[in-house]
């Protein structure tokens, strides 16, 4: 009888498709009101807007308008150190509390370590190891312990002629296609172009030729802005994942991740004609000593945790997150820097006196700190500074409540729920940084404080640009390498004129646009 009505009532409402998006409507909008009225943070009258506590809508729309990185402050300055911002989701601004959320995970750690939330699987698109989007601490710590140490300061300075070589092709791309008496160049997509250059030179000792040729070869830069933007409006919104696969996602992306990666082994156009396989073997065995090669012995050890992925995908995907981390992510922050060193003569002769000193262009050594000695603090401050005040992964980093729940200033959150701290609300916390904070300052990283402790120490421990903890970024080194050797480049060559400033916009990364410049020759003195 019951089963008799509900098909009759389903059929007419299949006769019916206004009937039927009308149930469907009052459908969510019952489940919203019942999640609603029962959660915990309701009961606890954690504080937010309305609507953001009501519906994943709320930051969706936030989301793709890109401005969610400033929103998130403005809602943490509006309501506190604790903001409910999504149904089942608060944000935490306080940088005290970096260490509860984001620390280490170990065998006697289960109970209150906290998971990478779920919406990190929609980055997911096949069965292997991808570091950005592995949820299982046990799995990321394995890939952590074989692969990290590709990226450590000892590493990449063995890989350092190949930075240089794609440093001196951003030399020549300049000088042969932007300076010219009255050029205005968009600055932004130069230090793409030079980004992408070193990572073909240090995965497959390959000269891509973007700042040879002063163009995006094949969309590749488009590719990776496309494929990040993707996963950033689908971040916040948990019906992704309901109605996508991991096959279905890579399916839609395949054509640019695959233009991507032949792009960077070097045979962009031809790609069609090359099985990837063959050409991973070629690279790998020509160049065993750069990171393609690492990423695919690496493979074989992996592959016990990962019984269904395979080794030319798990390279690809080391590959991609690679290519994600530099060029999607610090070519952003490397702006920022030097943006802001245009806003600042004195901080701008400042770093040029210092560069100055040196007996030859800036080398690794000349600032590592693990067993080398740093000649070049004012300009690593800049790049810190500009890094702090410009976080350039935007969106939260959100975690699983782990099984014992959490403590979160005077709310208790319940296992399962999801917090997460977004960066930008962390970095400019006045209680922290000071009353300045929001200011770009590059001296808050130098000397001492009145308790004779090492700022710099300070600020790392408090700051959230490269995330913190077990999962924080693998790439800090290569991104301060990267942005060392250009800032060092740019500023000690050339005089820039900024006609534009760049323009922020979030996806899922915090891009700054369209910074447009004329560029000449510098004067130097004696
Ligand atoms: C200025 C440049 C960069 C910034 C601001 C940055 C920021 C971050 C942040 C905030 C996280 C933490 C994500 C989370 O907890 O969910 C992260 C993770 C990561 N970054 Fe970076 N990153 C930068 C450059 C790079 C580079 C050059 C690479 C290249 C290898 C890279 C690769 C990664 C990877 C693989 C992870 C995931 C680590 C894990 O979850 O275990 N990043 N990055």
Redesign the pocket.
Known sequence: MLLENLSSILAILWQNKLLLSLALIVYLLLKQTYQFLNSPFRAQRIPGPFLASFTNLYRSYRTMTGTWHRDIMQLHLKYGPVVWIAPDEVSCSDPYLRNVIYGFANDKREETFFK?APLYETGSVNEDFS??FEREPEK?RLG?RLMSHF?SETALSGLEKNFDQAVDEFVQGIEKHVIQPGKVCNFTHWVEYYIWDVTAQIACNNSNGFCLAGEDHFGTLWGIKLILSVVGWLLPTPQALMITTRWIRRMLLVYWLDQLFYTGMGIGEKKWKVPLEERIDEVRTENPDHLLAKFHSAQASMRDHYPLGDTVQGTTVQYF??MA??VG??PH?TITAIHNLLKDPTALSTVRAELAALPKAVTFADFIHYGGSNKIPYLEAVINEA?RIC???GFS?SRTSPPAGCQLNQFFIPPGYTVGMS?WAVNYDKGYFGADAAEFKPERWLGVDEHGRKRASKMEAGW????AGG??????H??MF?MVKLVATVVARWELEEVEAPKERFAMVVEMQGMMVKIKERAVEG
Do not use: D
């Not at 959230?464 to 995330?467: A, E, P, Y």
């Open positions: 990478k570091f950005l990321a952590k990226y997150n690679l981390g530099a992510v610090t922050t890094t976080p350039a992964v980093l960066a959230l640009s490269f995330g999962r924080v970024c693998i790439g800090r290569l991104a990267l």
